[in-house]
């Protein structure tokens, strides 16, 4: 189930709030629907493999439905309170010790990084998750110092690594 956090441990936690009584007006008003723009987006069956067969993908962005509904908001989230995870440059930067766990169990950047990530260009070989776990097998380098990490080309780190200021590593 979606709730085994052993599992699913990092998650998407963007979110909306509908009065039911709206949503059931646009509906009758729409018939059965609710007039959303579509985006077209052009992908491969297997994200992994550019030759594989072409497909578009056709979805909603569901922030657009607040256009929808007369008197919506939008509440803007200051980033002390999530730490967005879009890519694997930021899934990296979310393990290191750059973030810590609060005691009410909210994921928030060190104090000392007065509210900067570190900034993280993994090699586009990175891009999925289980390769990006081959760089830190023994675990997650230290960014809490940290401004700017560059990999680029193969390597793994070993357990115990520190990385302080802009660093690149490169491997041909």
Not at 18 to 46: C, E, Q, R, W, Y
Request: proline share 6%.
């Amino acid at each position: 189930a979606f709730q085994d956090v052993s599992k699913y441990t990092y998650f998407n936690t963007n979110n909306l709030w509908v009065d039911l009584v709206a949503l059931k007006a646009t509906f009758d008003k729409h018939n059965g629907s609710i007039p959303l723009p579509v985006m077209k987006n052009d992908k491969t069956v297997d994200p992994r493999d550019k030759k594989s067969t072409k497909v578009i993908q056709l979805e909603t962005a569901m922030g657009a439905a607040i256009s929808c509904f007369q008197g919506a908001i939008a509440l803007k989230i200051p980033r002390t309170r999530f730490a967005p995870v879009k890519t694997t440059n930021d899934l990296l930067a979310l393990r290191s010790d750059a973030y810590v766990i609060t005691t009410d169990f909210r994921i928030e950047l060190a104090a000392s990084r007065k509210g900067v990530p570190p900034n993280v260009k993994l090699d586009g070989a990175y891009k999925f998750v289980d390769a990006m776990d081959t760089l830190t097998p023994g675990a997650t380098p230290s960014l809490i110092d940290c401004d700017k990490l560059v990999i680029e080309g193969p390597m793994t780190f070993s357990s115990g690594v520190v990385i302080k200021g802009s660093v690149t590593f490169k491997n041909p």
